[in-house]
Nanobody
Framework: QVQLVESGGGLVQAGDSLRLSCAAS????????MGWFRQAPGKEREFVAA????????MYADSVKGRFTISRDNAKNTVYLQMNSLKPEDTAVYYC?????????????????WGQGTQVTVSS
């Protein structure tokens, strides 16, 4: 059974940093694209970042570009999201997702597996 488990969320102040982790189990995703999405209260789930099967290919939402960095450790079957200079508008539940193919995507429908999410709250 495939599982994606996010961790690292929490309550921080504006300007702080957090690093989210997503550990996959049940199968290896070393050859698959992985992504992060988020959903704020009352809003639709939105794309945050994605990484291809090698760290060389990454994609970011404009709202996080330059502040967030996605990376992966294939030996650990884990993907990370380093979030710096956090803003109150980054407050959301953050979800990890995995595709069955190598290429990155920014649509929710592009992804086949999802984690349960981790809450990130940024106070002003």
């Amino acid at each position: 059974q495939v599982q994606l488990v996010e961790s690292g969320g929490g309550l921080v102040q504006a300007g702080d940093s957090l690093r989210l982790s997503c550990a996959a189990s049940g199968r290896t995703f070393s050859s698959n694209a992985m992504g992060w999405f988020r959903q704020a209260p009352g809003k639709e789930r939105e794309f945050v970042a994605a990484v291809g099967w090698l760290n060389a290919i990454t994609m970011y939402a404009d709202s996080v570009k330059g502040r967030f960095t996605i990376s992966r450790d294939n030996a650990k079957n884990t993907v990370y999201l380093q979030m710096n200079s956090l803003k109150p508008e980054d407050t959301a539940v953050y979800y990890c997702a995995a595709r069955l193919i190598r290429t990155v995507g920014r649509r929710s429908d592009d992804y086949d597996y999802w984690g349960q999410g981790t809450q990130v709250t940024v106070s002003s």
